[in-house]
Every structure is written in C-alpha cells, then in structure tokens.
C-alpha cells in the first residue's frame, strides 16, 4: 500500500493559482487511482478530481471543472492538481486519496489510502 503526502497549499487571492502534488512512496503507483478530495470548515468531504490508474480518463466535479487540473507523473510517484481561477469558494483543506485498479468515477471511486491534508485559503 502507498503512503501520501500532500503539499503546496497556502494563501491566495481570488483568479489566482496553486498547485498541489502529492508524493507517493511504496510500491506499484502506476496501478492506483488518484484523486483529490476537498473539506470546507463545517462541510462533509467532497470530491474534486480523480486520475485512472491507466491514466487515459480524468473525472472532475462540476464545481472545478475547467479550472482544476489533475495529472500525474508516475516515474516521479506524484499527482499533481493544478488550480486556475481560484474561487473564495476553494478555500478547504485538500486531501490526496488512492485505491489500487480502481474505477475514476466520482460516485464509483472510494480511497484507502489518505494524505494527511494540506490547506488552501482563498482570499477575496
């Protein structure tokens, strides 16, 4: 099983840009399905994007899409999410999730392995 290790979050203002990676140690990246997740202070966890462990299909959630890019680079064991045009709305702490030979599918795609979080703050 992989371990996960989210960083890049921080502060920025509104129409702005981050990007989260998330590190992958262990065995066999290429066979899991990445994705990440977002929580907002007082809100469940949602999901945001996945990447299939084929790496031909991504799926993103109607609030990010066209902004959010994930990809992935698996000789570096790494996801990246690349976000564009940040919203207020962003702001939440976000979690890299894997689970080996999985379906991308957002109500298919059920991780078990979590990182442990790294915070984005969207100012306005």
């Known amino acids: 099983q992989v371990q996960l290790v989210e960083s890049g979050g921080g502060l920025e203002q509104a129409g702005g840009s981050l990007r989260l990676s998330c590190a992958a140690s262990?065995?066999?990246?290429?066979?899991?399905?990445m994705g990440w997740f977002r929580q907002a202070p007082g809100q469940e966890r949602e999901f945001v994007a996945a990447?299939?462990?084929?790496?031909?299909?991504?799926v993103y959630a109607d609030s990010v899409k066209g902004r959010f890019t994930i990809s992935r680079d698996n000789a570096k064991n790494t996801v990246y999410l690349q976000m564009n045009s940040l919203e207020p709305e962003d702001t939440a702490t976000y979690y890299c999730?894997?689970?080996?030979?999985?379906?991308?599918?957002?109500?298919?795609?059920?991780?078990?392995?979590w990182g442990q979080g790294t915070l984005v703050t969207v100012s306005s």
């Open positions: 262990g065995r066999s990246f290429s066979t899991y399905t």
């Open positions: 999730a894997a689970r080996k030979f999985s379906t991308a599918q957002a109500i298919g795609f059920m991780p078990d392995t």
């Open positions: 990447m299939h462990w084929a790496g031909s299909n991504k």
